[in-house]
């Protein structure tokens, strides 16, 4: 059966799904991307809101839990024509079909029409990987414990959050996975402040969930990526004043391996339909 190009965003609260849709609008009206925008599409308000935070250096603001916005961006991609759709919904939903483990119709209808998935993850918030080495040896700091404990809780979370939306979809997993087609994007990366590239991160930081990928899709069928939307924290004013002045379309680059600073933030849709 032949891939479709519907693109899923999915990834928790806080893990950067707004501050990216707006960067990418604001590089598809740029009109110097791969992709670019064909003409204005109909009730973007929701980007565009995000979009106008940032130029008034201001971070935006996170997504209602009960917000469903759908935005149809009409775009040019190497000569063609096609419409990408823009979801972007409170990542709580997210949480939500995990802590639940229930779905509910919009879930899957969105599992099921789209055959592309790009998974937000931002690793500075998976604390420190569970190494095996450490077991059998006490613990003396409760802080250490604490911070193992939630990384390994992390990973699974991960990992169920996938099999739910398979099982939404009605994919099985007896049989390495071809579609849905997944990029695994390692976001807020200027957070890291490192040179390791994206698949390293991922091992490093989340060796469970990284085997749980590799085990059960086909290899070129998934792929990590790197992604800094924001490409700063907007929490100072000098940090603000930058946006300010130099507008968000001059911030903001993806790790990518042809590219460890590619500024075009529209080649992760390229990414994704390439695979
Ligand atoms: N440093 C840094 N911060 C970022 C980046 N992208 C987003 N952020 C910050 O991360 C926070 C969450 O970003 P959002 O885009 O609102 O996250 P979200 O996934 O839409 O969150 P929900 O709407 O709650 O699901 C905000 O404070 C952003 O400013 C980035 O590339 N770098
Ligand atoms: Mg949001």
């Not at 693109?7 to 009109?31: D, E, M, N, V």
């Not at 917000?67 to 009409?74: C, F, R, S």
């Not at 063609?80 to 709580?92: R, S």
């Not at 250490?144 to 009605?170: C, M, P, Y």
Request: charged share 25%; proline share 5%.
């Amino acid at each position: 059966m032949a891939t479709n190009n519907e693109i899923l965003i999915i990834g928790p609260p806080g893990s950067g799904k707004t501050t990216f849709a707006a960067q990418l609008y604001g590089r598809l009206i740029g009109k110097k991307g791969k992709l670019q925008q064909d003409f204005s599409p109909e009730n973007i308000d929701g980007i565009k809101s995000a979009f106008y935070r940032l130029a008034d250096g201001l971070e935006t603001e996170p997504t209602s839990s009960t917000d469903n916005l759908e935005v149809k961006i009409p775009v040019i991609y190497e000569g063609q024509k096609f419409v990408l759709h823009c979801k972007d919904y409170g990542g709580e939903q997210v949480r939500d079909l995990v802590a639940l483990m229930e779905y509910d119709e919009t879930w899957i209808d969105r599992a099921k029409t789209n055959d592309r998935w790009i998974l937000f993850i931002r690793p500075s918030e998976i604390e420190h990987r569970f190494d095996l080495s450490k077991k059998g040896y006490a613990i003396k700091d409760q802080k250490e414990t604490k911070a193992l404990s939630s990384s390994t809780s992390d990973q699974s979370r991960f990992i169920e959050l996938l099999q739910v939306l398979l099982h939404a979809r009605g994919t099985g997993m007896k049989s390495p996975i071809d579609t849905p087609r997944l990029l695994i994007a390692l976001t807020c990366w200027d957070e890291l402040s490192t040179n390791l590239k994206p698949e390293e991160i991922l091992q490093q930081k989340m060796p469970l969930f990284a085997h749980f990928i590799a085990a059960n899709w086909l290899s070129g069928a998934f792929m990590v990526v790197g992604v800094s939307a924001q490409e700063f924290p907007l929490q100072t004013d000098e940090a603000r004043d930058k946006y300010l002045d130099e507008m968000p379309q001059n911030f903001g680059y993806l790790v990518l391996d042809d590219n460890p600073r590619e500024k075009d933030l529209t080649r992760l849709i390229e990414k994704v339909l390439s695979l």
